[in-house]
């Protein structure tokens, strides 16, 4: 009876576990779910997906999917440096401007495009909150919006070819974690294809190259980071999402 009930403590213990893996990906509860506060003061169809997509009347520059937000104009500094091989962009574009059209801090995350079904805003626009809050100023960022491709990697000497290397190859181990843990990124619908096919948007980088805003695992949107071989890599002490790229 004892064993049973040890089992049964057991049992009851595994399945709130069980049940958040289950519901841990997603953007339903997110940051980036809107539905869930008031803060944003939408008029309108509040939704999780509204705020920032809707299915008719979106961005005729199409920067990502139905998008249907206002799109910040900068200007942005972007970063530079004379160690870099790449050309880089000269503005942010693609999946990054649609990022940034909310974390630069510029517009208000309640601005729809006007006369879409994502929402009307009230005449106060709500900001970013300041800890999410990027600025237009990239400088000193990750570089954005750039063309990364076999030729590159080449060039540069420490960058994994992006159509052919992929999301799960194992290149190198942890020594900084018993035993040593393959830098792989199984358990992701990542693993197995290409930097390019996973990673890249229209063979750049961008910020959704390592934010994914429909994540919800591991309470980041930074991809992989928990989502590495054991889901233990949340310190950083890896890297792992880093060396899917870099060769260091």
Same mark, same amino acid.
């Given at each position: 009876? @004892?064993?049973?009930? =040890?089992?049964?403590?057991?049992?009851?213990?595994?399945?709130?576990?069980?049940?958040?893996?289950?519901?841990?990906?997603?953007?339903?509860?997110? #940051?980036? +779910?809107?539905? @869930?506060?008031?803060?944003?003061?939408?008029?309108?169809?509040?939704?999780?997906?509204?705020?920032? &997509?809707?299915?008719?009347?979106? +961005?005729?520059?199409?920067?990502?999917? $139905?998008?249907? &937000?206002?799109?910040?104009?900068? !200007?942005?500094?972007?970063?530079?440096?004379?160690? =870099?091989?790449?050309?880089?962009?000269?503005? %942010? #574009?693609?999946?990054?401007?649609?990022?940034?059209?909310?974390?630069?801090?510029?517009?208000?995350?309640?601005? *729809?495009?006007?006369?879409?079904?994502?929402?009307?805003?009230?005449?106060? *626009?709500?900001?970013?909150? !300041?800890?999410?809050?990027?600025?237009? #100023?990239? &400088?000193?960022?990750?570089?954005?919006?750039?063309?990364?491709?076999?030729?590159?990697?080449?060039?540069?000497?420490?960058?994994?070819?992006?159509?052919?290397?992929?999301?799960? +190859? %194992? @290149?190198?181990?942890?020594?900084?974690?018993? *035993? *040593?843990?393959?830098?792989?990124?199984?358990?992701?619908? $990542?693993?197995?294809?290409? =930097?390019?096919?996973?990673?890249?948007?229209? &063979?750049? /980088?961008?910020?959704?190259?390592?934010?994914?805003?429909?994540? =919800?695992?591991?309470?980041?949107? $930074?991809?992989?980071?928990?989502?590495?071989?054991?889901?233990?890599?949340?310190?950083?002490?890896?890297?792992? /999402?880093?060396?899917?790229?870099?060769?260091?």
């Amino acid at each position: 009876m @004892k064993i049973l009930s =040890i089992l049964a403590i057991a049992a009851s213990l595994l399945v709130p576990a069980a049940v958040e893996a289950a519901v841990n990906k997603g953007v339903v509860g997110s #940051d980036h +779910d809107f539905s @869930k506060t008031n803060y944003l003061a939408f008029n309108t169809r509040r939704g999780v997906c509204t705020p920032c &997509h809707t299915a008719h009347a979106t +961005d005729p520059a199409q920067i990502a999917p $139905l998008f249907a &937000h206002k799109t910040s104009t900068g !200007p942005f500094t972007m970063y530079s440096s004379p160690t =870099i091989k790449h050309t880089p962009g000269t503005v %942010p #574009d693609g999946a990054s401007l649609a990022c940034l059209s909310c974390h630069d801090g510029t517009i208000g995350v309640n601005s *729809p495009i006007q006369g879409t079904q994502g929402g009307i805003s009230t005449n106060t *626009p709500v900001f970013v909150q !300041p800890n999410h809050k990027v600025g237009p #100023d990239l &400088h000193t960022d990750h570089p954005i919006s750039f063309v990364y491709d076999a030729a590159l990697a080449a060039a540069s000497g420490e960058l994994e070819n992006p159509v052919t290397y992929k999301i799960g +190859d %194992p @290149k190198t181990t942890l020594t900084v974690q018993t *035993p *040593p843990v393959p830098a792989t990124w199984t358990g992701t619908d $990542l693993t197995g294809k290409t =930097i390019d096919e996973a990673l890249l948007v229209n &063979h750049k /980088m961008q910020c959704t190259s390592c934010h994914d805003p429909h994540w =919800i695992k591991g309470n980041t949107p $930074l991809r992989g980071q928990a989502t590495i071989v054991d889901g233990n890599d949340a310190d950083g002490r890896g890297s792992l /999402m880093c060396r899917t790229c870099h060769i260091k």
